[in-house]
């Protein structure tokens, strides 16, 4: 324990001003959140001023939500705090030296996770940017999913590189892991429990000090910066994991010919004390920035800080496994098409094929890493033509995102069911055959949200994931 940096802090007093580096789905409802505390005096949003999001900046200063699709409370309480003058968000980085407590949450993808090299250079400039107006006495939190080590090792280089300041002995640091879902953010953090390490008694103080007022059900469980870094990337795993189970069971499910939710619904049926038989869902794929990526930051923190490893790791690992098993789903929802339209007389080359939802998850506008871009580029390279409608996607690199259902839908040969924003779960099948033009037009469903039956009475090639029991029906003529 520092006497040095407990002096320092006791001497700055509480934790008043804090700066949010980082203006996405975590950095937004962390800001307006502590903003919304009565403990804390102000907030600053740090964003940077770059062609692709320094828009955020006076859309943020206007008390105007960047986020897109259904996040419950999230723009009226930036309204609110924005109104009050609690909030401000700004590009001028100077301004860190005037905060007691700056968090940093900034993407850490991994370019090409065969080679289990992250790609820290967003972090890095977030890290050099605190780094230079770092004053004494301020705690420095990482939200950012990193390689357990990187808060103790990289991070902390580079901000001492960058002050001038030792970690630990004239500045706190710490890493408290974000733990939210896109389309229940503001929720997520008040009510789930916080993860706070730092890499000091100190430093781990400090950091509870800071979130404890944004709690509400949530409690905090401190531990150490390593501990935290591992606990955040394991349980993405591990729920990698449980969906890879989810989607293993369903291609199971289609070769045996039964229905898988029939079979889950047994599964989960099975309950009593010392009983865990948690399953989660299968789908056409998995998406966002956290599951994609944060098997491998695991892996990577074994092989970083355990040397050479004589088990199972990487790759091989279970959890390499249940990356492989959800990266081939959107491949099958390619073979679906191709059953389908094979069943309905029909080529791939020169076929219409609809696809519904962009976004990576339901009732968002959330595309990172999305499952329907692979299964865009494979249908356009068989020679189809691929349109996309999305509600809540405005726009998305090389792609044209159409918000008229109705007019994607015109002369469909194949309509391809991707994400499950409550919008699909409503499909008529006689419209949209009608609109389809075809006798018999393929549905392929990948998140289970239409009526089988409905749709292979109207007439359709129905085939969906998991359904054993129905994707060798009869087509109803």
């Known amino acids: 324990m520092s006497d040095r940096l407990q002096s320092i802090i006791n001497a700055r007093g509480p934790i008043r001003k804090i700066g949010v580096v980082g203006m996405g789905y975590v950095g937004i409802p962390a800001a307006v959140l502590f903003a919304d505390a009565p403990e804390f005096k102000s907030v600053l949003g740090f964003q940077r001023g770059s062609p692709s999001s320094g828009y955020k900046v006076d859309m943020l200063n206007r008390g105007e939500s960047p986020l897109k699709g259904e996040e419950p409370g999230l723009e009226e309480l930036l309204a609110k705090v924005v109104a009050a003058g609690k909030f ?106 916080r993860i706070v390490g730092g890499i000091d008694e100190v430093s781990t103080a400090r950091a509870v000090e800071l979130y404890r007022p944004v709690l509400t059900t949530g409690k905090i469980i401190p531990m150490t910066a390593t501990a935290a870094e591992v606990t955040k990337t394991a349980e993405n795993a591990f729920r990698d994991l449980q969906i890879a189970a989810a989607n293993q069971l369903a291609l199971h499910c289609e070769a045996m010919g039964v229905n898988v939710y029939d079979v889950r619904a047994g599964i989960d049926s099975l309950k009593g004390e010392g009983i865990t038989r948690a399953i989660l869902w299968p789908g056409a794929g998995v998406g966002g920035h956290c599951l994609t990526k944060d098997s491998w930051h695991l892996e990577r923190g074994a092989q970083v800080l355990g040397g050479d490893l004589w088990y199972p790791h990487g790759g091989e690992s279970i959890f390499g496994v249940a990356r492989k098993i959800n990266e081939f789903m959107p491949e099958h929802m390619v073979h679906l098409t191709l059953e389908g339209l094979k069943r309905a007389g029909k080529s791939p080359k020169g076929a219409t094929v609809v696809l519904l939802g962009w976004a990576f998850i339901q009732n968002s506008d959330d595309t990172r890493n999305t499952p329907a871009e692979p299964y865009f580029a494979a249908l356009r390279e068989a020679g189809a033509e691929v349109r996309v409608h999305d509600p809540y996607v405005d726009a998305y690199p090389g792609i044209e995102v159409s918000h008229d259902l109705d007019g994607t839908l015109a002369g469909a040969d194949a309509v391809i069911v991707f994400t499950g924003h409550h919008h699909y779960a409503s499909l008529d099948p006689v419209r949209v055959k009608e609109l389809s033009g075809e006798e018999h037009p393929v549905i392929v469903d990948g998140r289970n949200v239409v009526d089988p039956d409905a749709f292979i009475q109207a007439g359709f090639v129905y085939k969906g994931i998991g359904r054993g029991d129905k994707n060798n029906h009869p087509i109803r003529q």
Not at 139 to 154: D, K, N, R, W, Y
């Open 88 to 193: 401000r968000c700004t590009s001028d980085f100077s301004e860190i030296a005037g905060c007691d407590a700056v968090t940093l949450a900034i993407q850490t993808p991994f370019a090409d996770p065969k080679d289990l090299i992250p790609d820290f250079s967003a972090l890095i400039e977030g890290l050099r940017n605190v780094g230079k107006h770092l004053t004494e006495g301020t705690l420095v939190v990482l939200e950012s999913t990193v390689t357990p080590g990187t808060t103790a090792g990289m991070a902390r280089e580079i901000l001492e590189e960058e002050s001038g300041l030792v970690a630990g002995e004239e500045f706190a640091l710490a890493h408290a892991p974000e733990r939210v879902m896109v389309g229940r953010l503001l929720r997520n953090i008040r009510e789930h429990d």
